[in-house]
């Protein structure tokens, strides 16, 4: 931020001695208005300056800055989906409403006649993580539907993802400036894979089934292994069907097959030190969000899984005073983490 005095002080260097330059004479008090004028004409600058660099942009203007420069747009929030069991004797209608005892809703992507019991796919009306519920619980119709006795989610809805944050879109601008897409080479398929909502990260295989080939392997927004839906949309898009026509991002002749990483699962035993003031769900809970935060930071990115962050991330849960005799998957050493595989967690038990 420019300085005020500064600045009037280098405006009345500028003015001969012979004037008077003492404040309350005009020379003096016509410079300082002119000098506060300057100073906001001088932050302004600088203010302008800062968004040329992309590290200080956010929201609509990074997302205006990458679409003009590269043509990259944010991914957008998607809407869960799954499907409910619904009982009765009547008729299910596109659009139809049903959702969870906290109020989330559902609705009918499909119209169905049910004659006793039947499946009917349903998506999340708001989008983003919130549709994303655990089963049997969209058991609720807001409004009767004649017939209908009773629905629920036998599995949960999956697939809600958020719109693609900051960091994210800023690490694709990086990825096109630094390492161009061009020609169908591995960065072009690392950014068609990451164009799809809901990918998280990919990995590219060049030959890997032979020339000609290549396969993108993936994984979720939460860090997890893909949905076989995410998998084919991603499929659909850089190689339908994986036939190497060219129909689509893919160069005619290369065939591209797209999959879900394999989750490696971490099965954790500790004995914690639990302060007073905390539950035992609520201490579980909190360790097992501190281990999936460290997991996350590190799927593609670290091929293992290290001993040592894993204690670390069981100490920095909220309720742990202190712990001893942590073992993961039945050992004490770091777990190595495969080319295709993503490290999830798996049972958390302590005592």
């Known amino acids: 931020m420019a300085d005020l005095e500064q600045v009037l ?70 809407n869960a989906k799954g499907t409910l069991l619904v009982t009765g004797n009547g008729t ?6 049903f959702e969870t005892p906290s109020g989330v809703q559902f609705q009918a992507v499909e119209t169905k006649n049910i004659a006793g019991s039947a499946y009917v796919s349903i998506s999340a009306v708001m989008s983003g993580v919130i549709g994303n519920v655990p ?18 989610n036998p599995e949960p809805t999956h697939d809600g993802y958020a719109a693609e944050t900051d960091t994210s879109l800023r690490e694709r601008y990086y990825i096109a400036v630094r390492t161009p897409p061009t020609s169908g080479n591995v960065y072009h398929y690392l950014s068609w894979a990451k164009t799809i909502s809901g ?22 927004q939460f860090k ?21 026509l060219g129909m689509g ?42 281990i999936t935060s460290y997991l996350q930071s590190i799927a593609f990115d670290q091929d293992y899984v290290s001993y040592a962050r894993i204690g670390q991330a069981v100490l920095d849960s909220a309720g742990v005073v202190d712990y001893s005799g942590l073992s993961l998957n039945g050992g004490i050493d770091n777990i190595p983490v495969g080319l ?4 999830i967690l798996g049972a958390v038990s302590f005592d």
């Open 135 to 152: 089963a049997n619980q969209v058991v609720q119709m807001p409004v009767t539907l004649s017939g209908i006795t009773a629905v629920t």
């Open 92 to 97: 299910i209608n596109i659009g139809d409403l």
């Open 340 to 343: 295709k595989e993503v490290a």
């Open 224 to 244: 997890s292994p893909a949905s076989l839906e995410l998998v084919s949309e991603v499929q659909a898009y850089i190689d339908p069907d994986s036939t190497g």
């Open 249 to 290: 991002e893919a160069p005619i002749g290369a065939k591209c097959y797209v999959l879900s990483a394999t989750g490696l699962p971490l099965n954790i035993s500790v004995s914690v030190q639990m302060a007073p003031d905390i539950t035992e769900p609520e201490l579980q809970a909190n360790i097992e969000a501190s």
């Open 9 to 78: 002080k280098t405006l009345l260097d500028g003015i001969g001695d012979e004037y008077d330059k003492t404040a309350g004479y005009m020379t003096y008090d016509m410079l300082k208005s002119v000098s506060l004028v300057a100073v906001q004409l001088f932050d302004r600058i600088e203010d302008i300056s800062a968004l040329i660099d992309v590290e200080n942009l956010s929201g609509d203007m990074l997302a205006a800055f990458v679409l003009q420069r590269k043509g990259i747009t944010r991914t957008a929030a998607t």
């Open 199 to 220: 990918v998280g990260d990919a990995k590219v295989f060049p030959a890997a089934r032979g020339e000609n080939t290549v396969e993108v392997v993936i994984i979720d």
